[in-house]
């Protein structure tokens, strides 16, 4: 069966269309999950992609009063991949944290529609969001921390870093901030550029070539994200997988 494409997550305002912000389309079959956190309790979610195959993957969290959601995303696959990941602080003095980690080679097309809504008083939110990107391979994402009205006293912050190893790469960021109420501190912010030469060079120094330096820097952006993946076994994977990649 031909699946039909479709963009899994968009920004639906005019002006990103023009900028084009919009147009990577996917054909995979959608994966779909709803997941809860209880008032009161903290949940940590992990959402891994090593696939060969092209994959669409939608999530969407919500969160209770007083309670902490922790959400761990680290794409590492072959195929092209598209993720949206909406929570939804629904409850007073909730709070989320986001991390995630990518990583674009080949003619990958990556897309990335994360969202955090933050309707309750209090709430606290954090998007720390890591790549890299090679060869041919062509990124979007869209980062949005959403002040609802009612959210009085809510605290955000979103930092996406995206190193670039190739010209040939496409990249496009979009770090957004919606705000409905007054008494709100929120923060974005996006890092691009290639890796840092004094550091290459320090390392090259120390004994290693050109590559094996690359390899070290991506490495040390990824681990901290990584570490945080509790299956020992899946993290090894992970590693393994980047380090050839990079290799």
Not at 23 to 49: H, M, R, W, Y
Not at 75 to 82: E, K, M, Q, V
Not at 124 to 148: C, E, H, P, W, Y
Not at 223 to 245: C, F, G, K, T, Y
């Amino acid at each position: 069966m031909i699946m039909e494409e479709k963009i899994l997550g968009e920004i639906p305002l005019r002006t990103w269309h023009w900028l084009n912000v919009n147009e990577l389309k996917t054909s995979a079959q959608l994966e779909e999950k709803i997941l809860d956190v209880p008032d009161g309790e903290t949940k940590t979610f992990s959402d891994v992609n090593l696939s060969e195959e092209n994959v669409a993957r939608q999530i969407k969290i919500s969160v209770g009063k007083g309670a902490r959601v922790e959400f761990i995303s680290a794409d590492l696959g072959r195929g092209d991949y598209s993720s949206d990941v909406e929570i939804d602080l629904r409850g007073d003095d909730s709070s989320a944290d986001f991390e995630a980690v990518y990583f674009g080679d080949g003619k990958r097309k990556l897309d990335f529609n994360y969202v955090i809504r933050q309707r309750g008083k209090r709430t606290q939110a954090t998007m720390n969001v890591r790549g890299a990107l090679t060869d041919k391979s062509d990124k979007i994402f869209r980062g949005t921390l959403d002040f609802q009205r009612g959210a009085k006293n809510s605290t955000g912050r979103e930092l996406e870093e995206v190193i670039i190893l190739s010209s040939g790469t496409r990249n496009r960021s979009v770090p957004l901030m919606l705000a409905a109420e007054d008494e709100v501190d929120g923060h974005h912010a996006v890092s691009v550029g290639r890796l840092d030469e004094e550091k290459i060079f320090y390392l090259m120094s120390r004994g290693l070539d050109k590559s094996e330096a690359e390899r070290l820097i991506v490495e040390a952006a990824f681990n901290p994200v990584m570490e945080r993946i509790s299956d020992e076994a899946l993290r090894e994977e992970l590693s393994e997988n980047l380090q050839r990649r990079l290799g």
